[in-house]
């Protein structure tokens, strides 16, 4: 599975932003697509994920209720909205899927940034 995100940007608190992530490839080697981010100096963490095969959703406490994981499959996209922003929302947003077979996520795309302005 290749991935590609995109959409990020520059945004003040409170703001709201849409990134993307176009994908293609065999997504049925793959069980979900995830959203992760990672803040300057810190760790890579987990913000949301969207199975392929019935939608299903699951979030990060710290973005629940906040953002949204969506997908296109006739546009082969997937979407993260993202709703009062933070500042602590500021990183690199990164999409990857899954791999069936491990259960872990091999598959990576190039990060976006998003900055959230205080």
């Known amino acids: 599975v290749q991935l590609q995100a995109s959409g990020g940007g520059l945004v003040q608190t409170g703001g709201s932003l849409k990134i993307s992530c176009k994908y293609s490839?065999?997504?049925?080697?793959?069980?979900?697509l995830g959203w992760f981010r990672q803040a300057p100096g810190k760790e890579r963490e987990f913000v949301a994920s969207i199975t392929w095969s019935n939608s299903r959703e699951h979030y990060a406490d710290s973005v629940k209720g906040r953002f949204t994981i969506s997908r296109d499959s006739a546009e082969n996209t997937a979407y993260l909205q993202m709703n009062s922003l933070k500042p602590e929302d500021t990183a690199v947003y990164y999409c990857?899927?899954?791999?069936?077979?491990?259960?872990?996520?091999?598959?990576w795309g190039r990060g976006t940034l998003v900055t959230v302005s205080s």
């Open positions: 990857a899927a899954d791999n069936r077979a491990t259960m872990m996520y091999e598959y």
């Open positions: 490839g065999r997504t049925s080697s793959s069980y979900a």
